[in-house]
């Protein structure tokens, strides 16, 4: 099983995408998570990456389209992949769509979680990071998500690990930056989620994210099948 799966930041689509990741035991290719990782790795690629994500840029299409068709090539992903985070602009979506057509791999899903600007951006803040295992959802303000306090500390909810937050979701105009990308329908991530929905082969689901995670991952759910 191969999927896209869109939505802006705050929507939930990293917490949607693992808890499908999970069912149909596909890779989880995260765009941004392999950056963060070869930041925090101090590779080359972090190196170059950082300066982008910290102002809530893209990192350039050279860097990141040979990134991810390489990372799809990888064992793991014969099985069915996830990917989540690319393609983020229209660009990105031609290559993609070019490079997998070529390859004789279909796209079996195009997921996206539609929310408003201002709900996303509201909560992005609050989100935190486990550093044991990025698909451990946790967040301030969502109540069935809320990190457990131990020790005077706030930690994981799913395996009492140290709790992180990322630099650009504390700073409103990084926010407000990688929000101008998605919502762009001209050359932007609702470009490339335009993109795919009319090209012939998936079949699209669009989810609506406000309500609570559980009721999202249902319908998405039901409609995966
Ligand atoms: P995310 O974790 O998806 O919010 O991504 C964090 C940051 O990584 C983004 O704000 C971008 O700077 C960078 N990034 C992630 N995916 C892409 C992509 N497909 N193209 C370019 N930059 C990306």
Request: proline residues 4%; glycine residues 10%.
């Amino acid at each position: 099983m191969n999927i896209l799966i869109f939505g802006p930041n705050g929507s939930g689509k990293g917490t949607q995408g693992a808890i499908v990741q999970k069912k149909y035991g596909s890779a989880h290719v995260e765009s941004g998570a392999i950056f963060r990782k070869n930041i925090s790795g101090g590779t080359e690629l972090g190196k170059k990456a950082k300066a982008y994500i910290d102002r809530g840029d893209l990192v350039p299409d050279d860097i990141t389209i040979p990134m991810i068709l390489d990372r799809l090539k990888e064992d793991d992903c014969k099985n069915g992949w996830l990917l989540d985070g690319f393609p983020r602009n229209l660009v990105q979506a031609e290559t993609l769509h070019k490079a997998l057509t070529d390859a004789g791999i279909k796209i079996d899903f195009v997921v996206e979680i539609s929310l408003d600007r201002k709900t996303a951006a509201d909560r992005i803040m609050g989100r935190r990071l486990c550093v044991n295992d990025n698909n451990h959802p946790n967040h301030i303000y969502i109540e069935a998500i809320k990190p457990v306090e131990k020790d005077g500390k706030m930690v994981c909810r799913v395996c009492g690990g140290e709790l992180k937050f990322r630099a650009d979701d504390q700073d409103a105009a990084a926010i407000n930056k990688r929000h101008d990308i998605y919502y762009d329908t001209v050359s932007g991530t609702m470009a490339a989620v335009n993109y795919f929905k009319n090209v012939k082969g998936p079949k699209v689901i669009t989810v609506d994210g406000s309500p609570a995670i559980n009721k999202v991952s249902e319908t998405l759910m039901s409609q995966l099948d």
